[in-house]
């Protein structure tokens, strides 16, 4: 047998047989899903965050500063704090186990709040420092021209901001997408655990693992790609 | 129009407003010299609240509007526009973004409407050509122009100039000055910090000086300049000019 039919023989066994391909397929699916609904979420928390810490540093003073803002400023600093200091798989099997243990939760929801919960740390910070990068007058003028706080967040300082922390924001877009291939510890099906299945059935490791790596591979060479042209294309207001 | 009854305002120990009053009328113009760090720029800003003031009280149109805040704030602010020493243009929008953002997202102006006063004011600075370009694309005059046209755009009743001229080369002064004058002639009510003791001269109704967070002398420009009374002020003139 040569070493072409060899490797041929391999793939059928791996990805025709019995429709094994149909658990990659489900795993990307489940992949997807879960990186797409946790990085929504994580961007909504994430955003809140970035807007009560640095609205609180700018804003109080020592001793001055609304009751609320300190209040939400605590808040968000521990949970920095615990998100940050803990793994993402203890936090995921905490989850799921402790937090959800005495209800049937579908799993994918609790991969979702898991990463979505965890990534929003991340985020938080990586928009806290886009805010701080933007020169005050901006939010002065903004505020001069009779614009509430509100808006002069929205339209002023955000876009500015979010502009600048792009290509860090793509870099946790990535680790996101990569870290969901820990959801196997929850026993749910996804990329990752669609190749090792198929390991578990074929004894033969080579062809579905090497699958699985160059799926998340295209995926992240794909997200890397619009990152740059969505930079690109927000940088037009910078020639001169 | 705008009244000024003993202001204080402290950063932290340091004391840069000490018990000013001052009062200025519907159409005057009136241009606040002194020294750097004599509190010309924290007077100017506190009138429409960008600095909290640490005592005192501000009255804009009889109204008290020291504790201002919320939407009353936002109100307040629509009739002062301020222009800056470093432009603060809103580098991601452009031209027209820039004068028409407020205007329209404060539901004052339809986008159309607001384009069409965009272009009355880019016609009023000279500068209709640039509607579409960005402010990185501009000189530092050009930039100016662009937020006075801003400023402009919201109608306001007084005009606050927080050193206009300070941050540009010398050659791009003179456009400013210009359109300050053009305004200035209009009837607008104008309160300008500036080095420019020519601008002081030509334009203001009344000119201040303030030393060390107080006002030490005003009169009309010719009095002012021609005949100072207070020692500092005679040191100062005798710096500059």
């Known amino acids: 047998m040569n070493f072409f039919q060899k490797i041929a023989d391999e793939f059928h066994l791996n990805f025709i047989a019995e429709d094994r391909w149909k658990y990659i397929v489900d795993g990307l699916g489940t992949t997807m899903l879960v990186t797409i609904l946790a990085l929504t979420l994580g961007l909504v928390l994430g955003v809140v965050t970035a807007i009560v810490r640095s609205t609180h540093d700018k804003v109080c003073t020592e001793k001055g500063g609304h009751f609320f803002l300190r209040f939400g400023n605590v808040i968000c600093k521990i949970y920095l704090t615990i998100i940050r200091g803990t793994p993402t798989m203890v936090q995921l099997l905490i989850i799921y186990f402790v937090i959800f243990g005495s209800v049937a939760i579908n799993k994918t929801l609790c991969a ?53 922390v792009l290509p860090a924001l793509g870099n946790e877009f990535i680790t996101l997408l990569k870290e969901t291939s820990i959801s196997g510890y929850i026993a749910l099906q996804d990329l990752t655990r669609a190749g090792d299945l198929i390991r578990g059935q074929t004894y033969s490791p080579f062809m579905p693992l090497i699958a699985v790596a160059l799926i998340y591979l295209v995926i992240v060479m794909g997200l890397s790609k619009l990152i740059t042209l969505l930079e690109r294309r927000l940088a037009r207001n910078d020639k001169r | 129009m705008i009244n000024v009854e003993h202001l204080y305002k402290s950063f932290g120990d340091l004391e840069v407003l000490k018990d000013v009053s001052e009062h200025i009328e519907k159409g005057e113009k009136v241009v606040v010299i002194g020294p750097s760090g004599s509190g010309k720029s924290t007077f100017l800003r506190c009138l429409n609240l960008l600095e909290t003031p640490t005592d005192g009280i501000i009255t804009f149109e009889g109204v008290d509007i020291t504790h201002c805040k919320g939407k009353d704030l936002d109100k307040l602010r629509q009739k002062m526009g301020m222009v800056f020493q470093h432009f603060n243009l809103f580098p991601h929008l452009s031209i027209r973004r820039n004068i028409t953002l407020a205007p329209v997202k404060l539901k004052l102006m339809s986008q159309e409407e607001a384009d069409k006063q965009a272009e009355i004011l880019l016609r009023r600075v000279g500068l209709l050509d640039k ?74 109704s009344r000119v201040l000086f303030m030393a060390d967070g107080q006002i030490l002398e005003q009169n009309p420009p010719k009095e002012f300049f021609n005949n100072p009374q207070n020692p500092r002020l005679k040191e100062f003139l005798s710096k500059v000019i």
């Open chain 1, 112 to 164: 979702v709040l898991a990463f979505g919960i965890n990534s929003g740390a991340y985020i938080a910070e990586i928009i806290r420092s886009g805010i701080m990068s933007i020169d005050n007058g901006q939010f002065e003028a903004g505020r001069s021209l009779g614009l509430n706080f509100r808006r002069t967040m929205i339209y002023i300082i955000m876009p500015q901001a979010l502009k600048n």
């Open chain 2, 131 to 204: 509607a579409d370009a960005y402010p990185n694309q501009l000189s530092g005059g050009q930039k100016q122009r662009i937020a006075i046209a801003r400023a402009l755009a919201m109608n306001p009743e007084v005009m606050l100039f927080d050193e206009p001229t300070s941050a540009l080369d010398p050659e791009m002064v003179g456009e400013v000055l210009e359109i300050m004058k053009q305004l200035a002639e209009d009837g607008m009510t104008m309160v300008v910090v500036t080095h420019e003791m020519g601008f002081a001269r030509e334009v203001a």
